[in-house]
């Protein structure tokens, strides 16, 4: 369903660009949703088509397979596909990947990593979170280890998106274990034929369930030393701080674009719904609550859209970053929520989208950084 909302950044190439998107959801993510939820995990070719149509890490140069678009272009990407209730498909993270080689990576890793990523043939993970350590990242255990040419890391990982179907993941990892933010840093892996790297259990999540989310076990893993990201120990903490307004930012776009969708949905519903003898868009208690929620995306997409600008032209920071987060997550869940009260008991069913809206939009509010982290974060800034 197109949205009455229209984007003030939004010119005729993007409108074409997200006409692209559109189709590719039409033909390769909508038909295969079911099947990917049930299987909990993404088929590896539509990762090859998305790649093949473009819309793979869109903001990387030419010179590393990319098309040299700017941060719109990833926005489009999130409005459409998860922002449009298809959440299998984790282009988010493969995007962040693709940055923190981008923006961190030495020119050795940009040229093996990158062109791999804009085609799909290599799927991006970041392993952060542990049994123990999730916002806490300083606290992870996961060691590695310098061993002549390579790094001997050891430990686990766990809620790892893209984790069964990765081809390189990062690795936040302690190469000081007697150091907290100074000892992390992050070593990529390529997972084809790794010894030592294992694949642990799907994660059974109340939402997202086409996600492949897994634990990942490193036992021995020997990797090769050219592969810490940047080539310097110690600075795996600082790059993941310069890289989560960005993250963050990505986050409250699909979280805008999911509550508009939501709307969209829940107003044709009423619209067509007879209740008592009238439609239930005709009832004023239904007109006047689905005004405050239009209102509410109004202002999301706004905040949302101002955003997406600072990131295209730089300004954006750890502050902004973080409002768009925990303010565009948590209206989200309650646009979401209030809009399936308008199904009754249909909203309650798989039959009807909404209540995929709901169930995976939860998460929101934890992965990226828990809002309760996002509030102390912004409180700095006071």
């Known amino acids: 369903m197109t949205t009455a909302y229209n984007p003030r950044w939004a010119d005729a190439e993007i409108e074409m660009f997200r006409d692209s998107v559109r189709k590719f959801v039409d033909t390769e993510i909508a038909p295969n949703e079911k099947k990917w939820r049930k299987q909990q995990y993404v088929d590896k070719s539509a990762w090859l088509k998305a790649g093949e149509m473009g819309l793979l890490c869109t903001e990387l140069p030419e010179e590393y397979g990319g098309i040299g678009a700017d941060f719109r272009y990833e ?14 498909l984790a282009t988010i993270v493969h995007t962040i990947v693709a940055k923190y080689v981008l923006n961190h990576g030495t020119e050795d890793q940009k040229k093996r990593f990158l062109p791999r990523m804009v085609s799909g043939e290599m799927i991006g993970a970041i392993a952060m979170s542990e049994p123990g350590a999730g916002s806490d990242l300083q606290s992870i255990r996961t060691t590695a280890r310098r061993d002549g040419d390579h790094y001997v890391i050891n430990g686990s990982k766990t809620w790892i998106s893209n984790g069964y179907n990765a081809g390189l993941i990062g690795i936040v990892c302690k190469t000081d274990p007697e150091q907290r933010a100074r000892g992390m840093s992050i070593i990529f892996i390529e997972t084809e034929g790794l010894e030592g790297f294992k694949v642990g259990k799907f994660i059974d999540k ?14 021995d893993m020997r990797v090769p030393a050219e592969n810490l990201l940047g080539g310097v120990e110690g600075q795996g903490f600082v790059q993941l701080m310069s890289d989560l307004p960005y993250e963050r930012t990505i986050i409250a776009v699909a979280g805008a674009a999911c509550m508009q969708s939501a709307l969209d949905i829940t107003i044709e519903y009423a619209k067509d719904r007879d209740v ?16 405050e929620l239009k209102t509410t995306a109004h202002i999301a997409n706004v905040f949302t859209d101002d955003c997406i600008e600072k990131v ?71």
């Open 75 to 88: 926005a489009v990407v999130s409005q459409e596909i998860p922002g449009k209730g298809h959440s299998s």
């Open 206 to 219: 109340i939402g997202q369930k086409g996600q492949d989310t897994v634990e990942l076990f490193f036992d």
């Open 276 to 291: 008592f003898g009238q439609k239930l868009i005709d009832m004023q208690a239904t007109r006047h609550k689905l005004a």
């Open 312 to 382: 295209v032209d730089g300004t954006i920071d750890n502050t902004v970053g973080s409002m768009a987060k925990y303010w565009v997550t948590e209206k989200q869940c309650e646009v979401i929520d209030a809009c399936l009260q308008f199904f009754g008991g249909n909203g309650y069913t798989t039959e009807y989208p909404i209540s995929q809206f709901y169930l995976d939009a939860r998460v929101q509010r934890i992965y990226g950084g828990a809002n309760e982290i996002m509030k102390e974060l912004i409180s700095r800034s006071l």
